[in-house]
C-alpha cells in the first residue's frame, strides 16, 4: 500500500514543483554534457598533439638521415656522370639538382600526409554533438 500512497503523492504534486524538477534535470543534463565536451576535446587534443609530436620527430630524424643518404647519391651519380664524359662541376650540380627534385617531392609527400592528420574533420566531437543534439529533443519533448 504505501507504493500506491507514493504515486498518488507525485501525482498531485504542484506544477511549480514539477516545472522545477525539470528545470533541475535539465540543468544536471547540461552539466553532464558539459563534462561529456571537455572529455571529448582532451582526447582530441592529445591525439592533435601525438600527431605533431610524430610529424616533428619524423622530419628531424629524416633530415639527417636522408641528408646524408643525398649527399651519397649526389656522389654517386656524379661519379657516373663523369665516367659517360661530363665535367665534373657540371656533373656535380645535374647530380646535385637530380636529387633535390626527388628530395623534395618525397618530403611534400610527408607534409600533405601530416596535414591530412590534422583536418579539422579528425578533431570535429561527433559523439558530444550527437549527444547534445539528442537531449535537446529530449527537451523539446518534455516541454
Keep these: 500500500m504505501a507504493i500506491d ?7 498531485a504534486r504542484p506544477l511549480g514543483d514539477l516545472v522545477s524538477g525539470l528545470a533541475s534535470d535539465i540543468s ?13 576535446a582532451s582526447e582530441k587534443f592529445g ?7 610524430m610529424l616533428i620527430a619524423g622530419a628531424v630524424i629524416g633530415v639527417g638521415a636522408i641528408g646524408v643518404l ?8 656524379a661519379a657516373l656522370f663523369v665516367a659517360w664524359g661530363l665535367d665534373r ?3 656535380n650540380a645535374l647530380a646535385s639538382l637530380i636529387v633535390f ?3 623534395a617531392l618525397i618530403a611534400w609527400a610527408f607534409v600533405a600526409r601530416g596535414r ?3 583536418s579539422a574533420s579528425n578533431i570535429r566531437m ?8 539528442r537531449d535537446a529533443a529530449a527537451v523539446k519533448e518534455k516541454l
Design 116 to 118: 591530412a592528420a590534422l
Design 28 to 40: 544536471g543534463l547540461f552539466r553532464k554534457e558539459i563534462e561529456l565536451a571537455k572529455a571529448e
Design 89 to 91: 662541376t657540371f656533373a
Design 101 to 103: 627534385i626527388v628530395a
Design 5 to 11: 500512497s507514493d504515486f498518488k503523492n507525485k501525482e
Design 70 to 77: 643525398f649527399a651519397a647519391i649526389v656522389t654517386g651519380i
Design 47 to 53: 591525439s592533435v598533439i601525438g600527431g605533431l609530436e
Design 126 to 133: 561527433d559523439r558530444t554533438a550527437h549527444s547534445l543534439a
